[in-house]
């Protein structure tokens, strides 16, 4: 539904993260938002902490439904976390009329993934108009601050059709 409403580029997404801190669940919905341009996203229940251009922190909850069998958050779920975290990170700098997808994604697991864990990225300014890639790294940190995972997500940028 948003994504035919809105292009949703940077502008866009900064706008609507704005509206989304001003109102009461706001931001619980605006966290559903990476799940409606791709639903598999939905599985790891992502929570948007915060967004500005170029920058996104999201928490995940340690549950059931993303353990293993050594009771840690499974790697899958490690790595769809970075790529929800480099994807909001990239979108928000993303200019109008750019679109972008995942076409690599590396993870480096460094430790087990255990409560609640916060992701980051920083991501680059981006160019509209020409097609490029962008590589954009995310960390994955537990509560103590540790770092539990870091991942490359290589996103292929192009003009929107």
Do not use: Q
Not at 86 to 103: E, N
């Amino acid at each position: 539904m948003m994504g035919s409403m809105l292009e949703l580029n940077g502008e866009n997404l900064m706008r609507l993260w704005r509206l989304a801190t001003k109102v009461p669940g706001g931001r619980a919905a605006f966290s559903k938002l990476p799940a409606r341009m791709a639903p598999y996203t939905a599985t790891i229940g992502a929570v948007v902490e915060h967004v500005e251009p170029g920058f996104a922190r999201l928490s995940m909850k340690d549950r059931p439904g993303v353990r293993n069998h050594l009771k840690s958050v499974h790697a899958i779920a490690l790595a769809n976390f970075v790529e929800e975290t480099t994807g909001l990170a990239m979108m928000s700098a993303l200019p109008p009329g750019m679109r972008g997808i995942v076409t690599h994604i590396e993870i480096t697991y460094v430790k087990k993934g255990r409560g609640t864990l916060t992701g980051e990225c920083h991501a680059p300014a981006i160019e509209g108009g020409v097609e490029s890639e962008c590589k954009v790294t995310g960390t994955i940190r537990n509560a103590a601050g540790e770092l539990v995972a870091h991942g490359t997500a290589t996103w292929l940028l192009r003009p929107a059709r």
